[in-house]
């Protein structure tokens, strides 16, 4: 508090007695209501309520007075008075009582402000979908009125992290891109007409005909074919039957349990090739007359045995 100047108007006071100070108090809180008197006491000394106390080292009249928490628990504007006619000028302070953020944001620097929005315009925001999140309508893009998403000028969400589901079928063909990963998408999509890099995401089902081509691998089951697609089914089987050769086998014992190619393909060496039986054994050639596989014959005149056939010669 201060400076506290003599009657001169001009002397500091550095020793002024505390009891003999009175010190007024008042608050205004309520512009439509009278100030309230919150202080009207004698100064005390140091070590008690209000004390009033000369700053060490001071020699331009300057005190510092205790403020209980009751005297200031109010907000808004507070007039200080201090006055001693006989030993100086009356002293005057004006303070301003804050909201303890206001003071920390502005002051201190300790908080920020709370600031709630409550209206756009002079009308009251809505209650949004979820809590703490305000709902955004886009109402121009480029100046020109936003459509519905999904029509022509709709409004599409791209990016890397969002998660997009769109629930309105698209009517019209989508020629932007979409960069970022879209959840799932319910209503029918009409056509594609650009390139789709990848979908790294399982593909719940595909309900529709897929009219082009499809290069990657298709996991799920395909619930019935086109008549395309079974047309090209049927040329690749006669192709298989028709067509494609089988190699001749090489010199080797038969498995048990062979390929179909491999066990028609050694009948045919059975009835197409040379065969060879003698007393005690019975073998069969390739093409160029190497034996590839034979079979031991035992014959008792009782009982006549063929051997399983072991590689050749």
Do not use: W
Request: hydrophobic share 45%; proline share 3%.
């Amino acid at each position: 508090m201060g400076p506290f100047l003599g009657t001169d108007g001009l002397t500091p006071k550095t020793a002024l007695t505390a009891t003999n100070e009175h010190i007024t108090l008042a608050a205004d809180t309520d512009a439509g209501s009278a100030p309230t008197l919150v202080l009207d006491i004698t100064g005390a000394s140091s070590g008690t309520s209000n004390d009033l106390v000369h700053i060490t080292g001071d020699d331009a009249g300057f005190y510092s007075l205790e403020l209980a928490a009751a005297d200031t628990n109010r907000l808004g504007r507070m007039i200080l008075a201090i006055t001693d006619a006989t030993n100086h000028c009356p002293v005057f302070h004006e303070f301003m009582v804050l909201p303890a953020v206001i003071y920390d944001a502005m002051i201190l620097g300790t908080d920020l402000f709370d600031v709630s929005m409550t209206q756009i315009l002079g009308t009251a925001v809505s209650t949004p979908a979820t809590a703490g999140i305000l709902d955004a309508n886009v109402k121009n893009i480029n100046n020109v009125a936003a459509a519905t998403p999904g029509a022509a000028g709709g409004v599409f969400i791209a990016g890397t992290n969002a998660a997009t589901t769109v629930t309105t079928a698209l009517t019209t063909t989508f020629t932007g891109n979409l960069t970022g990963s879209v959840a799932s998408v319910t209503g029918a999509v009409g056509s594609v007409t650009g390139a789709v890099g990848s979908v790294t995401g399982a593909v719940g089902s595909v309900t529709g005909a897929v009219g082009g081509n499809v290069s990657g691998n298709v996991t799920g089951s395909v619930g019935s074919l086109a008549a395309q697609a079974k047309a090209d089914v049927n040329a690749e089987v006669v192709d298989v039957i028709r067509v494609d050769q089988i190699a001749e086998l090489a010199q080797a014992a038969p498995a048990a349990t062979p390929t179909v190619a491999t066990a028609l393909m050694l009948l045919y060496h059975a009835l197409r090739n040379q065969i060879t039986v003698t007393s005690s054994s019975m073998t069969i050639s390739n093409d160029a007359g190497v034996v590839i596989a034979k079979k031991a014959l035992t014959d008792d005149s009782t009982q006549y045995t063929e051997a399983e056939m072991v590689s050749g010669p």
